[in-house]
């Protein structure tokens, strides 16, 4: 899987000095520090790291649905190069129904309890109705409309290997399993044609064998569609299984970037490296990283220096004393650590 990308084509994706503060305990907290990320179309990009290392308010941000308590202080976030940031709320429901859609890990909180599968996933087709243009929709009566829009979920359950799937359009969320409603989730995001998909830990709350299928039917939807992703995950396994490059973040910062057959080949970040060797090499605990000892530092006080000091292998005299800034190393290829600077690469 290389993606379909072209050098200096206009990125899906683009993340600049991104650093966004959280209001915690009546101050400002730096909980993302100058996050670099690009997603070139047709390139499916894992962000991994440790739980609170800032994997999702990146993503949060990228969709403009901060918390109330956060704000940028810096940076540039541009989808298919149109600034998010600093766009009014209208604007950007605009801009996310055209370029985005979020998976989350939960689908029973995205799924409307009281509307059956089929009846919500053409609600689309109300808010936009160009979708139908393709197969005629503006021209059709209201009736006809209607049936080509079941006919397009339906075709879109199927898509997602959901099995009967004119009979689940009629069924209601409950009475579907969790790796069916996640199916059904990510029916609902390709349906609209995103531009990027984001997809949040959406294996995590399933069993072994489902998020084995979940992840597989993603890898098969990305051969087929050229699906663009942003896969957020602590799995080195399945950044391995469905990434084509990887931004390992470390307390709010992304410490190493490349494509993900050099990390895996030769990771140059003491963080990265024991996140390659925390992978479970059968079918062990995915989410504890037991190679690494020690915890991320809490936001709301984080050591000097490299945030990872505390716990790294490596630590010599200038970690202590100032926060490595990121170092090219080869094309698209940076990491951020004092092993790598000036004269030392
Ligand atoms: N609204 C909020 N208020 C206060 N702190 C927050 C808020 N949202 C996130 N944080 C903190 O910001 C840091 C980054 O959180 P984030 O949710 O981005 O982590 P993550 O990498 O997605 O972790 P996980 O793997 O557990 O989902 C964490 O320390 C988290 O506790
Ligand atoms: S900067 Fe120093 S402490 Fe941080 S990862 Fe590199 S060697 Fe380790
Ligand atoms: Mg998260």
Redesign the pocket.
């Known amino acids: 899987m290389s993606g379909v990308a072209q050098p200096g084509e206009t990125a899906t994706l683009e993340v600049e000095g991104l650093s966004v503060e ?3 305990g009546g101050r400002w907290v730096r ?1 993302l520090n100058d996050v670099n990320l690009t997603v070139r179309p047709g390139e499916a990009l894992g962000l991994v ?10 993503a ?1 941000a990228v969709a403009g649905l901060l ?1 109330d ?2 704000r940028v202080v810096a940076g540039s976030i541009r989808l298919r190069g149109e600034e998010v940031l600093g766009r009014s709320e209208a604007q950007l429901n605009r801009l996310r129904g055209r370029s985005l859609a979020f998976i989350f890990q939960n689908p029973t909180s995205y799924l409307n309890p009281l509307l059956t599968i089929g009846a919500q996933i053409a609600e689309v087709f109300e808010v936009r109705p160009e979708l139908l243009l393709a197969e005629g929709g503006d021209r059709l009566g209201r009736g006809a409309r209607r049936e080509l829009a079941w006919r397009k979920v339906v075709e879109h359950l199927r898509l997602v290997h959901i099995p009967d799937p004119a009979r689940v359009a009629r069924q209601y969320p409950f009475e579907l399993s969790g790796g069916m409603q996640q199916r059904v989730v990510i029916a609902m995001a390709l349906i609209r044609r995103p531009s990027l998909v984001i997809a ?2 959406i294996t995590t709350a399933l069993d072994v064998t489902v998020q084995a299928q979940i992840l597989s039917l993603l890898a098969e939807l990305r051969a087929s569609l050229g699906m663009t992703l942003l896969l ?1 995950t ?1 799995d080195m396994g399945i950044v391995a299984q469905l990434a084509d490059r990887v931004a390992v ?1 470390y307390s ?1 910062s992304v410490v190493e970037a490349s494509d993900v057959m050099s990390l895996f080949a030769e990771a140059r970040h003491p963080y990265a490296r024991a996140l390659l060797e925390a992978v479970p090499q059968i079918d062990g605990d995915a989410t504890t990283l037991r190679a690494i000892p020690g915890g ?1 530092p ?2 709301t006080n984080p050591p000097p220096g490299c945030r990872f000091h505390l716990r790294c292998a490596r630590v010599f005299e200038p970690c202590v004393l100032a926060v490595p800034t990121p170092v090219t190393l080869g094309e698209r290829h940076s990491v951020a650590c004092h092993l790598y600077g000036e004269g030392r690469v």
């Open positions: 959280l209001g915690i909980a790291g440790e739980s609170g290392s800032g994997k999702s308010l990146t949060l918390p308590n956060a949040d830990e957020i602590h973040m709010g991320i809490a936001i």
